[in-house]
């Protein structure tokens, strides 16, 4: 069982607070607005607790919304929901692997725009919508599933820098000591 | 025990977003604009970069390249001058003209300047962040303006930002008409989400000559626009539901994508 730690939460909360301001800030890149929240969400329910992926999912969609024409607090829905399908089977998926992170940050950063539109669409709201959405998706997916492994080295490397480093186990073994001479 | 600890979390999540979701329109504004007030300390971070990078592509001209460009901006004020004086001398005209005939004089318009801080994270909309807000006397619905042509209106207003919403999204509609001999109306309509810059005109009559090249501007009606902001130029027409009526697509003149410097109008004669 993976518990909540304070400080990779604290972490986590806030490389998604300046995620979604560098997101606003930044430019088009080929029409399209990126979009990482939901592979932090993978790196996020791969490696630590329940109680981080739904405050990553609170916060991180309600910054995200209070920036955005969106209303508010419908992106938080989408990341939980992400978010708990993956800490189902988390176990089985293979975490450690960058070709495995790249295709769970693919399919997350599918399923967090797509919910989003399906569920504004619901509401009766009047997104800007057409072919082109398409082709935004498939740009939002490519760079969630290039994020993923990126966001594992980089929180890999802050705990390298922040956290005592585990001893590695001497190989010397007293039972299989080789003892000389006579007993 | 981990599960349930799980569903209940989810169960807590989902409630809290359903609640913030059906707010009631104003809470959810003062929500929205208190949550997004936690980025003010980044909205000079902003402005400053953008200022880095300008004085960086500053830093790359040549000396005879500013002197030129120095030379060539002080001519074109020699002749905006000229201009200007010519055009008070009209105003002048109009103004007695206006007081001789019994019409209410027009009022010049009050702008005040912006920049833009940040864009819609989301693709399915198109506002922006201005760094000016209900200090410096912003409302909700002021027209804004760049130096090329009509950008959008003021949506949300917070203590020292407001939030544009850009033409072509679809909550701004702009009632403009076309610059043809008969200054035929329509009502602006959504962009493409690739193409922010192309926008529709709905709504213009079935006999309406619509050509490429001719120039589209606000019109007033509905009184949220001065009458007479560029808008942008015709690129092409075609009659739409069964030939009743005419849709034709509009290049704007403002570059929205990137927008730095706006204008935000804050009184005009309606």
């Known amino acids: ?30 029409g399209t607005q990126l979009d990482l ?23 991180g969609g309600l910054w995200l919304d209070s920036l955005s024409a969106n209303p508010l607090g419908i992106s938080v829905l989408p990341l ?11 176990d089985l998926l293979l975490g450690e692997q960058s070709f495995a992170q790249f295709v769970l940050g693919l399919m997350a950063s599918f399923a967090a725009p797509t919910a989003t539109l399906l569920m504004m669409l619901t509401a009766g709201k009047n997104p800007l919508t057409g072919w082109g959405t398409w082709w935004q998706i498939a740009i939002m997916m490519l760079a969630g599933g290039i994020a993923t492994p990126l966001f594992f080295k980089f929180f890999g490397a802050l705990a390298k820098t922040f956290k005592y480093q585990e001893l590695s186990s001497p190989s010397f073994r007293p039972d299989r000591e080789i003892r000389r001479g006579r007993n | 025990m981990l599960k ?14 359903f609640v913030l979701v059906n707010l009631p329109a104003s809470t959810a ?68 003209l206006s007081q001789q005939v019994g019409w209410q004089a027009k009022m010049p318009w009050r702008m005040k300047a912006a920049h833009v801080v940040l864009r819609d994270p989301a693709n399915w909309w198109s506002t922006v ?19 090329d042509g009509l950008v959008g209106r ?21 009632a403009a008409y076309v610059e043809n001999e008969a200054r035929d109306n329509g009502v602006t309509g959504d962009s493409s989400p690739l193409e922010r810059e192309l926008v529709e005109l709905n709504y213009l009559g079935r006999n309406a000559v619509i050509k490429p090249g001719h120039r589209v501007l606000t019109s007033n009606m509905g009184g949220n626009y001065p009458s007479g902001i ?41």
């Open chain 2, 230 to 270: 560029p808008v942008g130029v015709i690129v092409d027409a075609r009659q739409v539901d069964y030939g009743l009526s005419t849709e034709a697509r509009v290049k704007l003149f403002a570059k929205l994508g990137s927008l730095e410097e706006v204008w935000v109008i804050t009184q005009w004669s309606r």
């Open chain 2, 4 to 17: 349930k600890k799980r569903y209940i979390l989810l169960a807590i999540v989902a409630v809290v977003a």
């Open chain 2, 29 to 96: 504004s003062r929500l929205r604009l208190a949550i997004g007030s936690q980025f003010l300390p980044f909205f000079g971070l902003a402005r400053f970069s953008q200022d880095v990078a300008g004085s960086t592509a500053d830093l790359a001209l040549s000396k005879s390249e500013l002197i030129r460009q120095n030379e060539l901006l002080r001519r074109e004020n020699e002749q905006l001058k000229a201009v200007a004086l010519q055009a008070n001398q009209f105003a002048q005209e109009n103004a007695r």
């Open chain 2, 154 to 174: 003021i949506t949300a207003v917070g203590l020292t930002r407001s939030q544009v919403v850009l033409i072509g999204d679809p909550n701004c509609r702009v």
């Open chain 1, 1 to 30: 069982m993976v518990t909540m730690n304070p400080l990779n939460t604290f972490l986590i909360l806030l490389t998604a607070f300046v995620v979604v301001f560098v997101q606003s800030a930044s430019g088009r890149l080929l």
């Open chain 1, 80 to 90: 939980a929901a992400i978010g708990f399908v993956l800490s189902l089977r988390r």
């Open chain 1, 37 to 59: 929240l939901p592979a932090l969400m993978v790196y996020a329910t791969l490696t630590t607790g329940i109680p981080t992926v739904a405050a990553l999912a609170l916060c």
């Open chain 2, 129 to 147: 962040q201005i760094d000016v807000g209900s200090q410096q006397g912003i409302e909700p619905n002021m027209p804004v303006m760049a130096i």
